[in-house]
Nanobody, 118 residues
Framework: QVQLVESGGGLVPPGGSLRLSCSAS????????MGWHRQAPGQQREMVAR???????NYHYLVKGRFTISRDNAKNTVYLQMNNLKPEDTAVYYC????????????WGRGTQVTVSS
């Protein structure tokens, strides 16, 4: 079993930056792709960015060029550096990890609120 804990959310003005972190506990060798998803009020949850164990990344087109995902496999941690934040980035951000050994099993964190407002 894997548990995910996010941190780093908060309130930031438009144009500001935040860095989210997600630490995974449990058997790190069982973790494959990790990623960040977000859900705004009244909206469906959407994938923001994901990264494989080898470092291959994918981004939602709305955040490409502004957000950067990275991971430290030794620490079982994934990061999301968010720059030039916009009000439409306001959402609860969830960390996700997909099993490397029992696909499609996956795990979710509880989420961290990101609010972009002046």
């Amino acid at each position: 079993q894997v548990q995910l804990v996010e941190s780093g959310g908060g309130l930031v003005p438009p144009g500001g930056s935040l860095r989210l972190s997600c630490s995974a506990s449990g058997n790190g060798d069982s973790i494959g792709t990790m990623g960040w998803h977000r859900q705004a009020p009244g909206q469906q949850r959407e994938m923001v960015a994901r990264i494989s164990r080898a470092g291959t990344t994918n981004y939602h087109y709305l955040v490409k060029g502004r957000f950067t995902i990275s991971r430290d496999n030794a620490k079982n941690t994934v990061y999301l550096q968010m720059n030039n934040l916009k009000p439409e980035d306001t959402a609860v951000y969830y960390c996700n990890a997909v099993s490397a050994t029992n696909y499609p099993e996956d795990w979710w964190g509880r989420g961290t609120q990101v609010t972009v407002s002046s």
